[in-house]
Structures are given as structure tokens and as C-alpha cells.
């Protein structure tokens, strides 16, 4: 074998130190390329850490906001509650209220009545005592075939009242009862 001639040696020499650039070359972009990876890495790695602590605050406001949600909603459902309670104690209170409205009705519309009755007897103790029958005295209305129990008679003692002083009846209209029956 022949030893290469001066010019093959200079065109290997050229060829290997382009060679050898070329690998320095490839050598620094793959240094940069891994240095931009490591960085993308810890950027991801950084971006990963705050994303957890973002979620991490989100969940922890997100808790406390349930906490005070249903905190709330207990307070509400309490208020619910008495609320219901105060109800059915004001409905049976107006259930009282309106059987003691209905008594007073009754009672109101049964005073005529009564007047009337009371009328009849003042009429009988102005008449006298029970000793006194037997004198002849003869009650005119009673001639003409009237009773005293005759709705007629009913009807001339309207103005007939309980006290003594009408005054003072006039002042019980406009008072509202206060009675427990």
C-alpha cells in the first residue's frame, strides 16, 4: 500500500476538522438544547408548585365557604323552625281568639233578650210583694189578651240596659273584651 499523498492528507485533515466542528457544534446545541430543557423542567416544575398552591388556596376558600354556607343554612333552618313554631302557637291563639269572638257574637246577640227579661223583672218587683195577689189589681195589657212573654213586649224594652247610667253603657261599646272564658 501506498502512503496518501500530501494532498489527501490535507483534504483528511480538512475533512476531520470539519468533521470535529461539526460534532463541537452539534455538541453545543445539544448543550443548549438540554440546558433549554432543564429550564422548560424547572419552569414547568415552578408553574406545577403554583398551580398546587392556587388549587390549594381555591379548595381551602372553597371549604371555608361550604363551612359558612352551611353554618348559614343551620342558622336559617333554626329561624325556620321557630318561625313555625311561633306560627302555630299565633294560630292556636287566634283559634282561642275567634271562639272568644264567637262567645262575645253570642252573647251580644242574646242581650236583647236579656234586657227584655230584666225589663220583666223590674216590672214584677214594681208590681210588689207576692202577699199583694191576692188584692184585685188587674194589669190592662193583660185585659187585652197581651203576655209578657209576647215578642211584641220584647220589643218595647230595646232602650233597657245593664247599668245604671246609660252614659257609661256608651263607653263599654267602644271596648274591646278582655275576658278569659
Known amino acids: 500500500m501506498s ?6 492528507i490535507r483534504e ?13 457544534d452539534l455538541e453545543q446545541r445539544l448543550e ?7 429550564e422548560q423542567a424547572e419552569s414547568l416544575i415552578r408553574k406545577d408548585e403554583q398551580l398546587r398552591a392556587t ?9 371555608k365557604e361550604i363551612f359558612f354556607l352551611h353554618e348559614k343554612l343551620c342558622q336559617s333552618e333554626e329561624s325556620i323552625h321557630k318561625l313555625n313554631q311561633t306560627i302555630k302557637e299565633k294560630d292556636s ?3 282561642q281568639l275567634q271562639h272568644r269572638c264567637q262567645l262575645l257574637d253570642n252573647i251580644c246577640k242574646s242581650r236583647p233578650l236579656l234586657d227584655s ?21 188587674i194589669n190592662s195589657s193583660l185585659m187585652d189578651g197581651e203576655s209578657n212573654c209576647s215578642p211584641s213586649r220584647l220589643s218595647n224594652h230595646k232602650d233597657f240596659s245593664l247599668s245604671e247610667d ?9 271596648v274591646v273584651f278582655g275576658t278569659t272564658v
Open 3 to 8: 502512503s496518501p499523498s500530501p494532498v489527501q
Open 12 to 24: 483528511a485533515n480538512a475533512h476531520l476538522a470539519a468533521l470535529h466542528r461539526r460534532v463541537t
Open 32 to 38: 443548549d438544547a438540554e440546558k433549554t430543557v432543564r
Open 55 to 63: 388549587t390549594q388556596e381555591i379548595t381551602e376558600a372553597k371549604d
Open 93 to 95: 291563639l287566634i283559634g
Open 117 to 137: 227579661m230584666l225589663a220583666q223583672m223590674a216590672e214584677a218587683e214594681r208590681m210588689g210583694p207576692a202577699s199583694d195577689l191576692g188584692k184585685p189589681t
Open 166 to 174: 246609660d252614659s257609661d253603657d256608651q263607653e263599654l261599646d267602644g
